[in-house]
């Protein structure tokens, strides 16, 4: 086994990885509907227990076996099942990150630096949005319903038969009313 990488390529690997898990749709849809409500420590275990696995295993990750781990968790975790293989992409991003900034002397920090552009918010947004709207949703049970406004027929008179129907005037009939 060769020497561990230095330790700023490992920082900047674990921001790295960090980012691309927090980007990740299936961990954030995760999250915020987990129903346990500990979907955010849940999330923030997974991203550091990956890193772990990485500073064990960075000279030989597998991204079959790491994607293997990704979708066990979300599945015994979050109780996730992972159809779309987005597990297998956010493995091959995580070893393709590896590559760049552990494995390369000097390391590569395009990826890192592309990473970090990305428009996304943290894992522990999304769950302050959740417990923001779980707020929001009991303020709403708390208080009654308001009376929906009822909208007013303001077209011509309704003409009822003896039978109970409604006869409704003809759009040539309006047309003609309305050019006069």
């Excluded at 109780?79 to 995580?94: G, K, N, Q, T, W």
């Excluded at 894992?123 to 308001?146: F, K, M, R, Y």
Aim: hydrophobic letters at 40%.
């Amino acid at each position: 086994m060769s020497t561990a990488p230095a330790p700023e390529a490992f920082a900047a690997f674990s921001e790295g990885l960090s980012l691309i898990l927090n980007h990740w749709t299936a961990l954030r849809l995760a999250v915020q509907f987990c129903e346990e409500g500990d979907g955010v420590e849940k999330a923030e275990n997974i991203i550091q227990e990956t890193i772990g696995w990485f500073s064990d295993y960075w000279t030989d990750a597998d991204e079959n076996e790491l994607a293997d781990y990704f979708t066990e968790v979300l599945d015994s975790d979050f109780h996730v099942s992972i159809e779309d293989d987005s597990d297998l992409e956010v493995s091959r991003a995580c070893i393709m990150l590896c590559q760049e900034l552990l494995r390369t002397q000097p390391p590569s920090m395009a990826m890192l630096e592309h990473l970090r552009s990305l428009p996304i918010k943290p894992i522990t947004e999304v769950g302050q949005l959740v417990a923001e709207n779980q707020d929001a949703d009991e303020e709403d049970e708390e208080q009654p319903a308001a009376e929906p406004a009822k909208a007013e027929y303001t077209g011509p008179a309704k003409v009822v038969d003896d039978d109970g129907w409604v006869t409704v005037e003809s759009r040539s009939d309006r047309k003609s009313r309305m050019r006069q």
